[in-house]
Antibody, heavy 118, light 107 residues
Framework: EVVLAESGGAVVQPGGSLRLSCAAS????????MHWVRQAPGKGLEWVSL????????SYAKSVKGRFTISRDNNEQSLSLQMNSLTTEDSALYYC???????????WGQGTRVTVSS | DIQMTQSPSSLSAFAGDRVTITCQAS??????LNWYQQKPGKAPKLLIY???SLETGVPSRFSGSGSGTDFTLTISSLHPEDIATYYC?????????FGQGTKLEIK
């Protein structure tokens, strides 16, 4: 069974930093591209970032580029998202998502909540 | 960036009704279109990929069609457990973008 377990969400002040993690199990982690997708309270889904199977290729939404960094540790089967210079616009539920084929998102974690507030 | 526009934004129907949700892309995306179902308080779930391929385990009352810029998700006979918000998403090129969602309710 595929399990994606996010952690690290918290309440943080504007301008602060946070690191999200995702522990993956039930599949061969190092075979797949992984993503972060977020959902602000009461809003729709927003793609945030992806990282390919070996970490050699990453991509970011314009809204987070230069502030967020995605990484992975295939030995630990984990995905991370380092978030810096946070603003209230970054408040959301952050999902760790597995990619079955070039952007088809077949498994989603339950999410970890980030709240940016003073 | 490619913009995805869904309609309607919300929809109310009776159990047993045929329900159709549309999604329009701002550029030609061939068949690079996926549909997700999100029930309240839950993570999204993949329903349809490549515009018309049913994900394993998804009931056959769900179907997808379309290519180019215009796509449709159809539920042939609405069940009470289908109450959810439905999102389209393109994976033609980065950045991948989602439609704004269609909230489906039972009358």
């Amino acid at each position: 069974e595929v399990v994606l377990a996010e952690s690290g969400g918290a309440v943080v002040q504007p301008g602060g930093s946070l690191r999200l993690s995702c522990a993956a199990s039930g599949f061969k982690f190092n075979d797949y591209t992984m993503h972060w997708v977020r959902q602000a309270p009461g809003k729709g889904l927003e793609w945030v970032s992806l990282i390919n199977w070996d970490g050699g290729s990453t991509s970011y939404a314009k809204s987070v580029k230069g502030r967020f960094t995605i990484s992975r540790d295939n030995n630990e089967q984990s995905l991370s998202l380092q978030m810096n210079s946070l603003t209230t616009e970054d408040s959301a539920l952050y999902y760790c998502v597995k990619d079955i084929n070039s952007g088809v998102l077949d498994y989603w974690g339950q999410g970890t909540r980030v709240t940016v507030s003073s | 960036d490619i913009q995805m526009t869904q309609s309607p934004s919300s929809l109310s129907a009776f159990a047993g009704d045929r329900v159709t949700i549309t999604c329009q892309a701002s550029q030609d995306i061939s068949n690079s279109l996926n549909w997700y179902q999100q029930k309240p308080g839950k993570a999204p779930k993949l329903l349809i990929y490549d515009a018309s391929s049913l994900e394993t385990g998804v009931p056959s009352r769900f179907s997808g069609s379309g290519s180019g810029t215009d796509f449709t998700l159809t539920i042939s006979s609405l069940h009470p457990e289908d109450i959810a918000t439905y999102y389209c998403q393109h994976n033609d090129r980065l950045p991948y973008t989602f439609g704004q969602g269609t909230k489906l309710e039972i009358k």
